[in-house]
C-alpha cells in the first residue's frame, strides 16, 4: 500500500553532515507517522526519529541537537538532516511509515536502508 525507498547514505569523517531522504509511494494520503531507524553491526534496530501526519517530531537521545527530521507533502518524502556525526552513528538507516488501512487498522512499511558510515 506504501513503498518506500530511502537515498543519501554514504560516507563522512566525523563532524560531517548527511541527508537522508525518503521517498514514500501508494497510499500516501492514509499515513500516520513516519520515522528513521537504524541498525549498526550486531547491533538490535533503534529508533532515531519520528513525526507524525501532525509534524510533531521525537528523537531518540542520542539524535537530539544533531539530527533534524522533517516532511516534504508535496513531494511524499521524508528527510533525516544529520549534524556533527559521529562514528558510533554508523549504522543502515531504514525509513518507516505507519499508515491506516480500515479505520482502526494500521499497517507498516520499512524501506531497503541506505548505509551511513562515519570515519574517526
Known amino acids: 500500500q506504501v513503498q518506500l525507498v530511502e537515498s543519501g547514505g554514504g560516507l563522512v569523517q566525523a563532524g560531517g553532515s548527511l541527508r537522508l531522504s525518503c521517498a514514500a509511494s501508494?497510499?500516501?494520503?492514509?499515513?500516520?507517522?513516519m520515522g528513521w531507524y537504524r541498525q549498526a553491526p550486531g547491533k538490535q534496530r533503534e529508533l532515531v526519529a519520528t513525526?507524525?501526519?501532525?509534524?510533531?517530531?521525537n528523537y531518540a537521545d542520542s539524535a537530539k541537537g544533531r539530527f533534524t527530521i522533517s516532511r516534504d507533502n508535496a513531494k511524499n518524502t521524508m528527510y533525516l538532516q544529520m549534524n556533527s556525526l559521529k562514528p558510533e552513528d554508523t549504522a543502515v538507516y531504514y525509513c518507516?511509515?505507519?499508515?491506516?488501512?480500515?479505520?482502526?487498522?494500521?499497517?507498516?512499511?520499512w524501506g531497503q536502508g541506505t548505509q551511513v558510515t562515519v570515519s574517526s
Open positions: 518507516n511509515v505507519v499508515y491506516t488501512v480500515v479505520f482502526g487498522i494500521t499497517r507498516a512499511s
Open positions: 501508494g497510499s500516501t494520503f492514509s499515513i500516520n507517522a
Open positions: 513525526i507524525s501526519s501532525g509534524g510533531s517530531t
